[in-house]
């Protein structure tokens, strides 16, 4: 593709139709410009368009979004697919990029921006050295448009220093940034601050200064997160005056009439109380000098900021500063006068605790996002979670003050609201948060709270204050009250005792018909909970026989729950389906006529639009349960279940639903598992769809497809492979041969074969099959791949005989077996994990050293290394080392947009069988016994190799097998 105005011109009128809402006109745009990505120039095209000044600006910034996309899906090289694109159109995107996106409008700046970081992830700086000289550049005009841009991408590069591990080549990385960019950054805050002042009554240069200064505190935070930089040491006075002078800068200018939506005054105040924060924690040494008047500009800024949610961000972030401080044992100095803690207590805590009307606003119209803040640690940046973290800090040197100060305060809530509960209900909301701040000193999101003050009594505020809130019939009364209730029991369950849980369980399965989506979500989510609960001896704390009487009243209220407004996809409640079935298993059966009816209905719903995955996966595990716990009874019920979910997911599969489709091959596959017999006619049928090679193309499908291929090939050999292996599933073995992410799943498939297809169908496509297996070891070695080779011929040594395996091996190329030996079992074999396939190895060992003749003929030499690396085997701890540049092979970052396979727990996980279970029960005896028979075979033969050969330790190990098996070898 050449560039020049005619294809820009053409590119210009696929774009415009990729915009319209017409779908017959939008789709075949969109398909023309996914078949000519790959060709030559195609991104300078883009980028040309973009640049055009005389195009709209609608076609303009498609085409900046459509580079930006093309950018994420192809830039980085991923070894299976190739470079998609061509090495003269990346070094002339590096040219061009930069400066084009600095001179374009915003809207279009900011997907050149994002464009340059994910460039910038995979080549900056090796790459692409003259990026930060580039931008640099760039400060000196002067022009803020220009020097924003700058900033912005800056900041979209840098700001993965935030939560990258620490490494060799990270420091070096952040070492050029520093020394090329740490100076320039400093003298345009300088400078930018100086114009502030300049400009301080110019509202419109005042906002753009603003966003400068807000991008460079940010950049400010992430360059000195991971360490302290000696640069910025250095200069840590010019940088901490400015952030004194903008922390404590009020200028009205910059206030906006939003309460809602924070202005630039507030992000970069919030911004510099994340900055001093990070130095408070990290850095207090150094810092100790500046953070007296920090201290005292939060505290100021605390008690004078207003309770608008426009603040919450600021106040958050300050409050987070003042808890920083306070934990650190140098600074307890400045809370512990009892006056102080009475004064934080009331002006802070008890204030930014507070219930507000933004609060119920979003309690009633945004129930996800309360719920997301309040129950699932997204919080961070809230208020509330923020004055908990500051009770938490206070807590650590001042407890009993600190429990004794709030305490009064607590009680004086709780008199308030019983005065008026309709009225002061927020009195109680504040207590009951203040209680659970004060006594929950340690938590997790799967444990509740692990650790809790021994001066706060937790079942008797439950008996008074949270009981009868739960004991409440009218389940729509006060319904942040019950959210609050539910919630202290999920924060302290594995406080309160099983005498007090048992019976809230009926008194939740109540409050799951609750019209607040709030309540009703918090009650599956404590029923969650609660059956996930473990006894101190190792026993689930609640039993299904606990809660048999309620097991029909719960079945129903969690599928009503299920048609209440707004929670039609409700993930929680699905979620708390799953548990149920997985505690009551059985129990299930006498409903699971009407139960099926319930998911299938659902899953036909969903199927049309798939736009929860937390929702969606608990459906499929519920499926799973549902069918594991009947046909576990009854495995004849197994038709019941197909008859139901085959419609649903033959229609998931002709609309290619790509997000259910993994889902759906594991079900089949468990489903196909249950059959005890043939494979049934519907599953023949799909068969050969399952060999598609589209289906093969998404990495999603990978894992379940090849345990469904496992299924039919157990299940029915002779039905798939009548007198010779279907060559769609050899290609589907070759495909999975050469990648290095999935390769051992192609050994699945392999084992499979082995195990249970005929020799006579098998062995006329083998020497192929080890052909294919050879080429991919002499040209793509991995550890992996080693170590799934060594299984898989321990598999075919077990099944056909050590000698048949020679054989083979050897006819590919003579004495080849040798090098096997040498260079795969001996040297490798050690590297193998995992209980099954390490016991494979040992059997499969054991068989080629005990019943191959060749090995005491043509490759003696080898006899007693092998029987050295296997008494390793059983004897030494696995070698899992890895050369440096495998550790990320098994991580596919595929770009574009692919199904991520999402494993269903209670699918089970079926990849590798054990062969020789109940065969043999102990592979050191089984060693010592075929040992034994080969030796009365060759009468003075082995006893002189082994004392020879052995090295005295694993001499010692083997005489000890020898004895437990009640054997001699001469």
């Not at 005042?206 to 992430?222: A, E």
């Not at 109680?428 to 509740?448: E, F, M, N, P, R």
């Not at 079900?667 to 050969?688: A, D, K, R, V």
Request: with cysteine; net charge negative; proline share 5%.
């Amino acid at each position: 593709m050449e560039v020049n105005d005619g294809n820009i011109q053409a590119l210009a009128g696929y774009l415009e139709k990729t915009l319209s809402p017409d779908i017959s006109e939008r789709r075949p745009a969109e398909k023309f410009l996914e078949s000519v990505e790959s060709n030559k120039n195609y991104p300078l095209l883009l980028l040309h368009l973009v640049d055009k000044n005389d195009a709209v600006l609608p076609i303009r910034t498609s085409a900046a979004i459509t580079f930006k996309n093309y950018i994420k899906r192809n830039w980085r090289i991923v070894e299976e697919a190739g470079d998609k694109i061509h090495a003269e159109d990346r070094l002339s995107i590096k040219q061009l990029i930069v400066g084009l996106m600095l001179k374009s409008p915003e809207q279009i700046q900011k997907q050149l921006s994002n464009a340059i970081t994910t460039i910038g992830q995979e080549d900056f700086p090796e790459k692409w050295t003259d990026l930060l000289s580039q931008m640099v550049d760039k400060f000196k005009e002067g022009d803020f448009h220009i020097i924003n841009g700058v900033l912005r991408t800056a900041h979209s590069i840098f700001k993965r220093y935030r939560h990258e591990f620490k490494s060799e080549k990270l420091w070096k990385e952040i070492k050029f940034v520093l020394d090329n960019f740490a100076a320039p950054l400093t003298q345009l805050f300088d400078a930018t601050i100086k114009l502030a002042e300049t400009h301080a009554s110019d509202p419109v240069a005042l906002k753009i200064i603003f966003s400068s200064l807000t991008v460079i505190c940010k950049l400010f935070y992430s360059l000195n997160f991971q360490d302290l930089p000696e640069y910025f040491e250095d200069n840590m006075g010019t940088w901490m005056a400015h952030f004194h002078t903008l922390l404590t800068t009020d200028n009205k200018l910059l206030k906006t009439e939003d309460e809602e939506e924070a202005g630039l005054l507030e992000q970069l105040k919030s911004q510099i109380c994340d900055n001093v924060a990070l130095y408070a924690q990290k850095y207090d040494e150094e810092f100790s000098p500046h953070l007296p008047n920090f201290v005292t500009a939060t505290w100021h800024l605390l008690v004078t900021t207003n309770a608008q949610p426009k603040y919450d961000l600021l106040v958050s972030n300050a409050i987070q500063f003042l808890a920083s401080v306070a934990e650190r044992p140098g600074y307890t100095n400045l809370f512990e006068d009892p006056a102080t803690l009475q004064s934080i207590c009331e002006k802070v805590v008890v204030p930014n605790m507070q219930f507000r009307t933004s609060d119920e606003e979003l309690f009633q119209d945004n129930p996800e996002e309360y719920i997301r803040r309040d129950i699932e640690g997204s919080d961070i940046d809230t208020r509330r979670r923020a004055a908990c973290d500051l009770v938490r800090a206070l807590c650590k040197s001042f407890e009993g003050p600190v429990i004794q100060n709030f305490s009064q305060y607590v009680q004086a809530m709780l008199i308030e609201y019983s005065k008026d509960p309709v009225s002061n209900w927020k009195s109680k909301d504040v207590a009951i948060y203040l209680v659970t701040s004060l006594a929950s000193k340690a938590s997790t999101q799967k444990h509740g709270t692990t650790q809790t003050s021994q001066l706060v009594n937790l079942a008797d505020f439950f008996n008074s204050q949270i009981l009868p809130d739960l004991q409440n019939n009218n389940v729509n009364e006060l319904s942040i009250l019950k959210a609050d209730a539910i919630k202290y029991v999920m924060t302290f369950r594995n406080q309160l005792s099983k005498d007090m849980l048992i019976p809230c369980v009926p008194l939740l399965v109540k409050l799951l018909t609750s019209s607040s989506t709030v309540v009703h979500s918090y009650a599956a989510v404590c029923l969650d909970k609660l059956f996930t609960l473990r006894s101190p001896q190792g026993p689930p704390l609640i039993t299904r026989e606990d809660i048999q009487s309620s097991t029909e009243v719960l079945l129903t209220n969690l599928f009503g729950a299920l048609d209440l407004p707004g929670s039609q996809e409700n993930e929680y409640i699905m979620k708390g389906v799953m548990r149920t079935f997985s505690l009551l298993q059985d129990y299930i059966v006498p409903y699971i006529s009407v139960l099926m009816a319930k998911l299938g209905d659902k899953l036909v719903t969903v199927s049309k639009n798939p736009s929860k995955p937390h929702f969606n996966h608990y459906l499929f595990e519920s499926i799973c349960i549902a069918i594991r716990a009947t046909c576990k009874a009854n495995p004849e019920a197994v038709d019941t279940f197909e008859l139901g979910f085959f419609p649903p997911f033959q229609e998931i599969l002709q609309l290619d639903v790509q997000e259910f489709i993994p889902y759906i091959f594991q079900i089949l596959s468990l489903l196909l598992e249950i059959h005890t017999h043939s494979i049934p006619q519907p599953y023949m049928e799909l068969f050969g769809h399952l060999l598609t090679p589209v289906l093969w193309e998404r990495p999603g499908n990978i894992p379940p497809l090849v345990r469904l291929l496992q299924g039919f090939i157990e299940k029915g050999a002779r039905q798939i492979a009548q007198d010779k292996i279907p060559d769609g599933l050899l290609g589907v073995f070759q495909k999975l041969n050469a990648s290095k992410t999935n390769d051992h799943q192609g050994f699945y498939i392999l084992s499979s074969l082995v195990e249970n297809v005929p020799s006579e169908v098998l062995q006329p496509q083998i020497k192929q099959i080890f052909l294919l297996l050879f080429q991919r070891l002499s040209s793509s070695k991995t550890t992996k791949y080693i170590k799934s080779l060594i299984v898989f011929f321990s598999v075919y040594a077990i099944k056909f005989g050590g000698s048949v395996l020679i054989q083979l091996i050897d006819s590919i190329q003579a004495k080849m077996f040798g090098m096997v030996l040498e260079k795969v079992f001996i040297a490798e074999v050690q590297k193998v994990g995992g209980r099954t396939e390490r016991k494979i190895c040992a059997v499969g060992l054991t068989k080629i050293l005990t019943e191959t003749p060749e090995m005491l003929t043509t490759y003696q030499q080898f006899w007693t290394p092998l029987l050295q690396a296997l008494i390793a085997v059983f004897e030494l701890p696995e070698d899992d080392s890895t050369p440096d540049c495998e550790h990320f092979i098994d991580v596919e970052d595929t770009p574009g947009y692919q199904t991520a396979y999402s494993q269903l727990l209670f699918a089970g996980k079926k990849e590798f069988n054990d062969p020789l279970a109940g065969a043999v029960a102990d592979p050191k005896i089984y060693l010592a016994q075929r040992l034994g028979t080969l030796s009365a075979a060759h009468p003075a033969k082995l006893g002189p190799m082994i004392r020879t050969g052995l090295p005295a330790e694993a001499a010692t190990f083997l005489e000890n097998y020898i004895q437990a098996a009640g054997v001699k070898i001469s």
